[in-house]
């Protein structure tokens, strides 16, 4: 029971903070012999297979994956010969046991291959490739013409190597692999040019990408997307991050293929990991942009900050400021009657002082036709500036419409 509440105290801690890259990720990539836990040599596919003659391929590559994802067992290599016809044909999904669940700390103990690899050449097309809970300090992919995508789910890689498929021309597109990638922590994601059909990562982090320059090929055919995916903006967030470049190389290819909402995502990754470098107006501007309205990427941020520092306006007009009449009685007939009212007037001037400094933030100090004014300088003051916050955040909301929707 204690171990179900630390672990629900360990997923509401990630929620409030964010998603992260846990402590020991860094150290568990740097990973030396002598190892706390022996790494042994796993037997190709075809020396698997002379234990199984006349066994069909199928109950082969069963037994290959149960034999590889036993609990307990850690394997220096995984690399099986996937050019057969016949086991490529097969079902390729590696389960990959975790004992102490997702949230276990990462460490050799629970390290399954050192380095795994996956190729194959252009006529034998693999049916299905997943991975899952996979735990890999090197993946390297260079897989053509997949049926299906191949999925990572739940993995944790120190590098990840997506395939090089950059010899290929413009006609052999469909020979190009898709990548799911879901809830998975990665070091480094290497992008090589004209090498992905699609790529969608839902969850999880990446710290570094070594992206091909803008002036290359594009490393993408098709749909691209990032969906609630962590990635740093400085060396303090992962040891691994080397700076905005990659980012800047991604909006590049995102642009070309009119992929706005990548493009403007990663053009927002790139604006935060500039921040340090930027000094005076310059850093306070890019904070403001990037901490109310998230560089563009959330139009609706803006407009909650603003509601939520009107209602904290008029409880504290309300409570402490509720104003006063600036005319005379007569004056206030009609609909301005409300305001003559010992409560009433009080709610209303409560409500409207706020809004009428969203309107004219220096009314109240400047307007000559004000019907009512705060009572003190102090609430006047506390006012402008409410008043000058939300106008700014009201442009900022419509500079991010603009960008989110600006065809180009």
């Not at 990973?31 to 022996?38: A, E, G, I, T």
């Not at 399954?112 to 194959?120: G, P």
């Not at 053509?144 to 995508?149: A, D, L, V």
């Not at 301005?336 to 009080?346: A, C, M, P, T």
Request: aromatic letters at 10%.
């Amino acid at each position: 029971m204690l171990d179900n509440l630390a672990s629900k105290g360990r997923g509401i801690l990630r929620r409030v903070k964010g998603q992260h890259f846990s402590p020991e990720f860094d150290a568990w990539r740097e990973l030396s012999p002598p190892y706390p836990v022996r790494f042994e040599s796993l037997p190709t596919l075809d020396a698997f297979s002379n234990n199984y003659t006349g066994t069909s391929p199928s109950a082969i590559v069963r037994e290959f994956i149960r034999a590889v994802t036993q609990e307990g067992t850690h394997w220096t290599n995984l690399s099986p010969n996937v050019s057969n016809g016949h086991f490529a044909r097969e079902d390729w999904t590696f389960q990959f046991p975790i004992s102490e669940g997702s949230s276990a700390s990462i460490m050799a103990e629970n390290t399954h291959v050192l380095r795994c690899s996956f190729d194959n050449n252009s006529n034998v097309i693999p049916e299905n490739l997943q991975f899952i809970n996979l735990r890999t300090l090197s993946l390297h992919l260079r897989l053509r013409g997949t049926k299906n995508p191949i999925r990572l789910i739940n993995c944790v890689i120190g590098d990840l190597t997506l395939p090089d498929l950059s010899e290929l021309s413009n006609q052999k597109a469909d020979l190009r692999p898709s990548v799911e990638i879901h809830d998975c922590w990665i070091g480094t994601m290497v992008l090589h040019s004209r090498s992905i059909k699609k790529l969608t990562v839902v969850g999880g982090g990446i710290a570094q990408i070594q992206c091909p320059s803008s002036e290359s090929a594009n490393p993408f055919l098709g749909l691209v997307s990032f969906k609630r995916v962590f990635f740093p903006s400085s060396p303090a967030q992962a040891r691994l991050f080397q700076g905005p470049h990659a980012y800047r190389s991604l909006y590049a290819h995102l642009k070309k293929l009119d992929n706005s909402l990548m493009a403007n995502l990663m053009r927002s990754h790139q604006l935060r990991s500039e921040r340090a470098e930027e000094q005076g107006f310059a850093k306070v501007a890019n904070w403001i942009y990037g901490t109310f309205a998230d560089y563009g990427m959330s139009p609706g941020k803006p407009i909650c900050w603003v509601l939520g520092a009107y209602i904290l306006a008029v409880v504290g007009c309300y409570n402490f400021d509720p104003g006063m009449l600036a005319k005379s009685d007569s004056f206030y007939l009609g609909a301005y009657s409300v305001l003559l009212d010992e409560n009433g007037g009080r709610y209303t001037r409560s409500f409207l002082l706020p809004f009428h400094s969203i309107i004219n933030p220096f009314g109240v100090f400047f307007d000559t036709r004000k019907i009512f004014v705060p009572t003190t300088g102090l609430g006047s003051a506390l006012l402008t500036i409410q008043g000058l916050f939300s106008d700014i955040l009201l442009v900022m909301t419509a500079l991010s419409i603009r960008r989110r929707y600006k065809a180009e």
